[in-house]
T-cell receptor, first 118, second 115 residues
Framework: AQSVAQPEDQVNVAEGNPLTVKCTYS??????LFWYVQYPNRGLQFLLK??????LVKGSYGFEAEFNKSQTSFHLKKPSALVSDSALYFC????????????????FGTGTRLKVLA | DTGVSQNPRHKITKRGQNVTFRCDPI?????LYWYRQTLGQGPEFLTY????????KSRLLSDRFSAERPKGSFSTLEIQRTEQGDSAMYLC?????????????FGPGTRLTVL
């Protein structure tokens, strides 16, 4: 079964410093990986995805993620954190629902709360 | 704003009552998903529609839950005889295309509190 793990419940970083939010995955076949951000009382907003190609994926709001097949990781990064980046971050992996129709759902990690301190 | 809307945003109800939530996906998206998110957890898949057809249901979706997507546009999720364990955020998402390459766009969610 497909799964993702986010080993840190919370990450604290000072404003202006680089940030990393960790995600590891376990899949059969090629992984399709996604990062979403959730602000309080809001739905999930898409940040970026890895399907194939370059291991470094660039996304919204200056975020990027590095796909590492040997370490089965897909860590989210940003060179310089902003206070406004403080939110809940979810890693997700595509999981097949039905092979015949090519339909999929997401399996999410438990989330990592990022706090950027001024 | 992702373009997916959900109503109501909050619902407080007493145990045993029925509730219904609505999701309006992005208009050209043929795929619609419902997820449930409880405190401290990531969203969990509940059910999936392709156009008006409900193609998949999770084991999380007990027989008290029913979902529809008439005419392949908006969708409703109804919970009958609510229980306190149903308290959660219910998220709707939509996507376009096949193969899982296209990301899902999520609505703001409906937060249900069952007293």
């Amino acid at each position: 079964a497909q799964s993702v793990a986010q080993p840190e419940d919370q990450v604290n970083v000072a404003e202006g410093n680089p940030l990393t939010v960790k995600c590891t995955y376990s899949v059969s076949g090629n992984p399709y990986l996604f990062w979403y951000v959730q602000y309080p009382n809001r739905g999930l907003q898409f940040l970026l995805k890895y399907i194939t190609g370059d291991n470094l994926v660039k996304g919204s709001y200056g975020f990027e993620a590095e796909f590492n097949k040997s370490q089965t990781s897909f860590h989210l990064k940003k060179p310089s954190a902003l206070v406004s980046d403080s939110a809940l971050y979810f890693c997700a992996v595509r999981d097949m629902l039905r092979r015949t129709s090519g339909t999929y759902k997401y399996i999410f990690g438990t989330g990592t709360r990022l706090k950027v301190l001024a | 704003d992702t373009g997916v809307s959900q109503n109501p945003r909050h619902k407080i109800t007493k145990r045993g009552q029925n509730v219904t939530f609505r999701c309006d996906p992005i208009s050209e998206h043929n795929r619609l998903y419902w997820y449930r998110q409880t405190l401290g957890q990531g969203p969990e898949f509940l059910t999936y529609f392709q156009n008006e057809a409900q193609l998949e249901k999770s084991r999380l979706l007990s027989d008290r839950f029913s979902a529809e997507r008439p005419k392949g546009s908006f969708s409703t999720l109804e919970i009958q005889r609510t229980e306190q364990g149903d308290s959660a955020m219910y998220l709707c998402a939509s996507s376009l295309g096949t193969g899982g390459r296209n990301e899902q766009f999520f609505g703001p969610g409906t937060r249900l509190t069952v007293l």
